[in-house]
């Protein structure tokens, strides 16, 4: 039904329609910001991934003829502008405002285990694991779809989203317990 | 503190998501020119059979081509790999072939009353040819001679035959039996002798046939062609340097019958000969002086005459024929002298 969606938007850019972006934006910001992050650790950083994503959805939307896979190819343009964002401020000092991810009014202990979380994920786990917790948690990805976009088996997806999630469970508990020997 | 749950990762990160940044789309649509179309495709999602039709649009005669011979460059890279293989093979193999082909070179010697003398390649091309006089020791001052002309090339032999550099042996062989011919050393009855000498003796006797083939075309009637291919040593088992000293030593008196001359080591030859520096000429001036040694030991009063030899002068004053007194004398001035 997205992808219908999402095909339909691209054909009438495709067409000329440039307003159809909207739509675009709409069905896929989560998963480009998704994306965005697991690859930059850094909210801004992410969020000028998803400008650039976009300006580049619309440049280069005559290149693209298929329209079978349509997730799969923004979420391609989202990491090859995520990589090119790693090159260029690759000398700066990351910035990390993780405890910005949640919105003002989120409850400050929530605020905290969500900056935790993602920093245990930026600790511990691989890039592709990342990448695949974000894309369904953050980005609200199926595993059909991740496995789509990214060219993986499903069940491969599956697997390393199970292992992701449990490797941060472990690894927070971890942080707990030591904290809790240490009062 | 609490331990955190599975879902509550999954809940936190679900929330952060809520919250990603906005950006203003109306913005990047805006910078974009909106008449214009970048892609004419219809509005309507595409149909499996405008699918296949679209596949056959894009994949007109073309981009098939195109497709094919990539297809192709892919599949020819084992054969570049190969030829690069290749290359590095012949770039191995090559200085082996030209090690090889300076073992085949072949000395190609046409004897009657004059000796010429044709440097051959392995191809059986002539790189250098000659004649060469006054042949004491045979074959193999000949092979010496040869070598001297081959390296003076420019200045000898291409004056003797400008023509026959690069010629096949037979038309080499040919011009050269002529030129024995015009010149009187080909009469009648005269026996021409070809031999070749090369490390390879069967490959030898291959240029020798052919010298032969051509030295026929040019002969009169009666002379007598013998034809030998040799290695390089002579057919006694003897090396060069061996063969000269034994020559030189026939010639002088030893003492030593000739059997018992050639069971010597060349080295003892030369010193036979008188020969005991490293150089030739050298070991001529210490023979000469030598044999002034051996008289001046008969008379005693050699030594101060003689003291600038030193030991040479010295030792063969003990070899010489003079008496006691005078060796006596000889060697303490000699070594005086020396000192």
Known sequence: MLNNQLQLALQKIAAGDTDALETVYNLTYKKVYAVSLSLLKNRQNAADAMQETYEKILLNIGRYNKFDNPEGWIVTIAKNISYDILRRKKNDAPYEDFENLLSVESKTADKEACADIIKAAYKILSEEERQILFMHTIGDFKHREIALALKKPYASVRWIYAQSVKKLQRQLNQGSEKTDEEN | ?339
């Open chain 2, 1 to 339: 503190m609490k331990k955190i749950r599975q879902n509550k990762i999954k809940e936190v990160l679900r929330e952060a998501g809520n919250y990603a940044p906005k950006i203003d789309i109306k913005a990047i649509i805006d910078k974009q020119p909106k008449n214009i179309s970048i892609c004419s495709v219809n509005n309507k999602p595409l149909s499996k059979n405008q699918k296949k039709q679209k596949v056959k649009i894009i994949f007109n005669k073309k981009q098939e081509e195109s497709v094919s011979s990539a297809k192709g460059k892919i599949k020819f890279k084992p054969i570049f790999a190969l030829a690069v293989a290749l290359c590095l093979i012949v770039a191995t193999v090559f200085p082996l072939s030209v090690s090889l082909i300076n073992s085949l070179n072949t000395l190609l010697y046409i004897d009657a009353a004059d000796t010429v003398v044709l440097s051959v390649d392995y191809t059986g091309k002539v790189k250098a040819a000659a004649i060469v006089d006054n042949i004491q020791n045979g074959q193999l001052n000949a092979l010496t001679g040869a070598k001297t002309c081959a390296a003076n090339a420019d200045d000898n032999i291409q004056k003797t035959f400008p023509n026959l550099k690069n010629k096949k042996v037979e038309e080499a062989v040919a011009s050269a039996v002529d030129y024995l011919n015009k010149k009187g050393s080909l009469d009648d009855g005269v026996e021409l002798i070809i031999s070749t000498v090369c490390k390879n003796s069967g490959y030898a006797k291959k240029i020798a046939d052919r010298a032969k083939r051509g030295a026929e075309q040019k002969v009169s009637f009666d002379t007598v062609i013998v034809v030998a291919g040799n290695t390089k040593k002579t057919e006694q088992n003897m090396s060069p340097a061996k063969q000269k000293y034994l020559n030189e030593a026939l010639t002088l008196d030893t003492g030593y019958t000739k059997e018992q001359l050639e069971s010597f080591s060349a080295g003892f030859l030369r010193k036979l000969c008188g020969y005991t520096g490293n150089s030739d000429d050298k070991d001529k001036e210490n023979k000469d002086n030598n044999g002034k040694g051996n008289n001046n030991g008969e008379n005693g009063n050699g030594g101060e005459n003689n003291g600038n030899n030193g030991d040479d002068k010295g030792d063969n004053g003990n070899n010489g024929n003079g008496g006691e007194k005078g060796n006596g004398d000889n060697n303490g001035k000699g070594n005086k002298d020396g000192n």
